[in-house]
């Protein structure tokens, strides 16, 4: 394939202003895909995005120049947002514009080679038989939660609901790896704690599952096996104000984690990479911009930190 790439990114990008309880930054690119291709970019991973995105990005569509942009939807506006951090640390998301679906027929042709995949949407906008057919052509897929029913999604359809618990059943039948947060987990499996949630997970039928849990690191379910935990990584502010900036942070560790799975299939040494992708993006503010994506080599310098 010419211009051959190893990953491709399925999910909306967005115009995004991020409200903080005491500051306001925007608009900036922002979304798990924008994040997830910029992170992965940054260590050397050839990517392909598939995204609608309007005129109205014109001005920061230039930060996605590392990227392959055959795959980029031309369309009249680009998905807009507010996402907004409460004084608690929640967040939330309202939107204000949105693309349509993006459905398999809208995959280029030539990303069809791939053998790798991360499903990443904001809000539902990834179809399902989208996930379902690269899996019947026995690609690696991978998915992020966040966007079905997650954090960044508008109205959370919980295993409770009919179509949730279709969504759930669907994207677990269909994946290689499922990813989510523990805040996402608590919309879509409510009640359950994330060993728990994970567990119904893998019952329901993912392979594996590896979930987020903010300052306590991350753990990862295979099959019937225990779940194992991991520690997260220690960031230390290079801002001004000494501020660590956790916008992005579930989605770099995302990135991080197939930036490194791509190459050794290891699950444990995938989410040690993607906890120290996410350490360092935390490090710096300025959203999401390519400038702002630890290299490869950063990463590297962080682990052996860790292992020291």
Do not use: W
Request: include cysteine; hydrophobic fraction near 35%; charged fraction near 25%.
């Amino acid at each position: 394939m010419k211009n051959k790439i190893d990953i491709v990114v399925i999910g909306t990008i967005i115009k995004e202003t991020i409200i903080f309880p005491d500051k306001q930054m925007g608009p900036v690119l922002g979304s798990p895909a924008a994040y997830s291709s910029l992170v992965m970019a940054a260590q050397g991973v050839k990517v392909g995005i598939v995204t609608y995105y309007g005129n109205d990005m014109e001005e920061i569509i230039s930060e996605m120049d590392a990227l392959d942009k055959r795959g980029i939807l031309p369309y009249s506006h680009t998905t807009t947002n507010l996402l907004i951090y409460n004084e608690d640390g929640t967040k939330r998301v309202e939107y204000q514009k949105s693309t349509p679906t993006i459905k398999f027929e809208d995959i280029h042709k030539d990303y069809l080679e791939a053998k790798y995949y991360k499903i990443c949407p904001m809000n539902y906008e990834v179809d399902l038989d989208l996930v379902s057919k690269l899996h019947s052509m026995d690609k690696v897929v991978f998915i992020d939660l966040g966007g079905f029913g997650g954090a960044t999604s508008d109205i959370r359809h919980s295993i409770e609901t009919e179509y949730g618990k279709k969504v759930i059943e669907t994207l677990c039948n269909n994946s290689s790896i499922i990813k989510a947060s523990e805040e996402d987990l608590a919309s879509i499996i409510p009640g359950k704690t994330a060993e728990e949630a994970a567990e119904i997970l893998i019952s329901t039928g993912a392979p594996k599952v590896v979930v987020t849990l903010g300052g306590k690191g991350a753990l990862y379910k295979i099959a019937d096996n225990d779940p194992q935990y991991i520690k997260p990584f220690v960031a230390t502010s290079e801002n001004p104000d000494g501020s660590l900036d956790f916008t992005g942070a579930g989605d770099s560790f995302g990135a991080g984690f197939m930036a490194s799975y791509m190459q050794e299939q290891d699950i444990r040494k995938a989410i040690l990479n993607g906890n120290a992708t996410a350490s360092l993006v935390i490090q710096r503010s300025g959203g999401c911009t390519y400038d702002r994506m630890p290299s490869k080599e950063r990463v590297q310098e962080r682990l052996q930190q860790n292992n020291e």
